[in-house]
């Protein structure tokens, strides 16, 4: 028999595309903190159902650098990457998320309602999330089942060398 393993997580990414912009007018955020409602803390592993329904707050860390992650909408750059338990059928969450540069008590925040999850999914909050108050996107892919092929990473095979197979038809 074949067992098909998946993880149990969800993956919660929020990026911004004016990080540089920020910085230029003299606001440099260097810590994140998320908070998400709807999430659980109980998975049972026969039956793969989650209960215990409660809020979490992942404490203020380190902005990942563009050089240590790279977001996975081109453009774009990480505020925040996460993982949470959710139910294996889509389901939404609210999501807030703070940064700053300093501490806490001077964190700016950002409140996202009604954001899509889904186990070994993938849901990114993307925008101009530093200078704007309305660029906010949000999407929710199949994170875990194959990789996620961008013209990019074509140009990259193709201008260092490289095996790419495409699954479905890419438009450059």
Excluded: C, W
């Excluded at 067992?3 to 260097?30: H, M, V």
């Excluded at 139910?87 to 964190?107: C, G, H, L, P, R």
């Amino acid at each position: 028999e074949i067992i098909e393993l998946k993880r149990p997580f969800a993956q919660l990414n929020i990026g911004t595309s004016d990080y540089a912009a920020s910085k230029s007018a003299g606001y440099e955020p260097k810590y994140s903190s998320v908070k998400v409602s709807n999430v659980y803390n109980t998975l049972n592993l026969v039956d793969g159902t989650v209960s215990n329904d409660v809020e979490v707050v992942y404490s203020y860390n380190a902005i990942p650098t563009p050089t240590d992650q790279i977001f996975p909408v081109t453009g774009y750059e990480y505020l925040a990457m996460n993982y949470l338990l959710v139910d294996s059928e889509k389901d939404v969450i609210d999501v807030e998320f703070a940064y700053t540069e300093t501490d806490e008590n001077a964190a700016k925040k950002r409140t996202v309602g009604s954001v899509p999850v889904q186990r070994n999914h993938r849901t990114n909050i993307y925008g101009q999330l530093l200078t704007s108050n309305v660029d906010i996107n949000v999407e929710i892919k199949p994170a875990y089942e194959e990789p996620a092929l961008e013209a990019d990473e074509l140009f990259l095979a193709a201008a260092v060398g490289g095996k790419v197979t495409l699954k479905n038809d890419v438009e450059l």
